[in-house]
T-cell receptor, first 113, second 113 residues
């Protein structure tokens, strides 16, 4: 079956611009996660959605970052007024919840110039 | 705070060798542990998930073991092949209500033909 998909695969933007990154989870997966992977760093948790519950936003690094999940499926991560330190690979994952096996998308490589 | 460490950061072996990758975590109270591989420029691929009540899981040439009391997991790769070259990451779900995986920084494996 189809895996987790993300778009765009690459995004180059100028400092100060806003960007939107999209994640389409595996059908039937109720939980969706966003992570950030910077060069030489480990994966950094950003935000978690589970069903209709309020999202866990505890990993968002600043108020420039926000995310939403519409209809319990597709999610969009928005970064406003991008900074160079936002350059990273943004990864999305999904699972059936209950701390089950996570399946990752291919990621979006964001470069802020 | 749960921390996950993977040593060594990089490993180079000749083809055909059996090898072990190590993962340690500071808090033994984990819900489960997951091993992933990541190819350059790609997302993460799930390899194995070990529930906290299990001691090992096997998939093909891969065998992962878990020793919660000592805070360790190992990933054994039998008869390594050049196609096994990738970065291997382990991650744990802490006990309690957290749905967030805590990742190590990975071991970069190179299998030389």
């Amino acid at each position: 079956g189809a895996g987790v998909s993300q778009s765009p695969s690459n995004k180059v933007t100028e400092k100060g611009k806003d960007v939107e990154l999209r994640c389409d989870p595996i059908s039937g997966h109720t939980a969706l996660y966003w992570y950030r992977q910077s060069l030489g760093q480990g994966l950094e948790f950003l935000i978690y959605f589970q069903g209709n519950s309020a999202p866990d936003k505890s990993g968002l690094p600043s108020d420039r970052f926000s995310a939403e999940r519409t209809g319990g499926s597709v999610s969009t991560l928005t970064i406003q007024r991008t900074q160079q330190e936002d350059s990273a690979v943004y990864l999305c994952a999904s699972n059936r919840g209950m701390r089950g096996e996570q399946y990752f998308g291919p990621g979006t490589r964001l470069t802020v110039t | 705070k749960q921390e996950v460490t993977q040593i060594p950061a990089a490993l180079s072996v000749p083809e055909g060798e059996n090898l072990v990758l190590n993962c340690s975590f500071t808090d033994s109270a984990i819900y489960n542990l997951q091993w992933f591989r990541q190819d350059p420029g790609k997302g993460l691929t799930s390899l194995l998930l070990i529930q906290s009540s299990q001691r090992e899981q096997t998939s093909g040439r891969l065998n992962a073991s878990l020793d919660k009391s000592s805070g360790r997991s190992t990933l054994y790769i039998a008869a390594s092949q050049p196609g096994d070259s990738a970065t291997y990451l382990c991650a744990v779900y802490p006990q309690g209500g957290s749905e967030k995986l805590v990742f190590g920084k990975g071991t970069k494996l190179t299998v030389n033909p």
